[in-house]
């Protein structure tokens, strides 16, 4: 076989690669979805409701630049294919040389068109609503979930998602109690549930006057937001609903007056609290739509363990279960017990760099759904 019958049929392969993954992608449906909301989006009244009209254009940029990918990479694909004709037309050397390095590139870019069939699960694509929380460890535990809340964003950032703040509990001393933020854009639940689990840190306490060694932990807890919660229904007397004064940022009013919102679930004893408003009608709404989140989180999950006790399958306790390990002394290490990916980049990923932890998850995530 020639070198360009070989190369011929590496495209030819690469091709048939690129297809099957944009079937499994379901490129055509997520292209009549884009026009659907497209045709929404030429409506006379559609820009009545600013809010829910700004949500619609996001969801459009975000399936838009996501079926690009894919018409550009097809495109890409016949563009070498032209030039290795070319190539032999010509009997051109140099040409030889393009086109190998084009097909080296272009498979680059296969595998990572391939990587979002990692992201196929029910709400991967969803919003996701991150929460953390100082566990034990005192002060220790309290800045190690300062630190997660930083680590966290920064990776939302990198990715491009859209950030909002819900709540924020400061500590006395250093660090916060708590912290509840939403990251807004497609796949923002995929790439960030691997975070999702107890966190352990083991590092000598910069709050302990004999430099001992400390172990803290923190729990970080991801949920995908749910705009089909809404059929949830909350009974007046299945919910309690404080009101007090806001402890963080918004200007003088923000301690004035009871802006801030404090939603109890009775029956499922679900906390959930907002005050990244000035506006106590808004931190409601905020608050009762995560809320509603949760719930049917809970109904699913609740559903999901009753089919696995009819099915006869073992029970696995994964709340509180601890997920990952940092060593910050007497060496450098993270570890994710799930996966087993560990890296000695400890300050790499506090600053936000997750995509190897996040993929390894999927992958094992993937592994176990083959079991």
Known sequence: MSFMENLLKKIEDLRERFLTAKKLQDIDRLTEKSHEKKTLMNSPDFWNDREAAVLVGQEVEELDNEINKWVDFEKEI??????????????????????????????????????????????????????????????????????????????????KFKIEIIDRNLANEAGIKSSSFRVIGRYAFGYLQSENGVHRLVRISPFDAESMRHTSFALVEVIPELPEAEDIIIKDEDLKMDFFHSSGPGGQNVNKTSSAVRLTHIPTKTIVTCQSERSQHQNREIAMRVLKSKLKLLEENKRGVEEKKLKGEPKTAFWGRQIRSYVLQPYQMVKDHRSDFETSAVTRVLDGELADFSEAYLRWRKGQGNK
């Open 78 to 159: 016949r563009e070498l294919e032209e030039l290795v004709a070319l190539s032999e037309k010509d009997k051109d050397l140099s040409l030889n040389e393009e086109a190998e390095i084009k097909f080296a590139d272009l498979t680059k870019k296969l595998e990572s068109l391939e990587f979002l069939m990692l992201l196929s699960e029910k709400y991967d694509d969803h919003n996701a609503i991150v929460s953390v929380h100082a566990g034990t460890g005192g002060v220790d535990a309290q800045d190690f979930a300062e630190m997660l809340e930083r680590m966290l964003l920064r990776y939302a950032e990198k990715r």
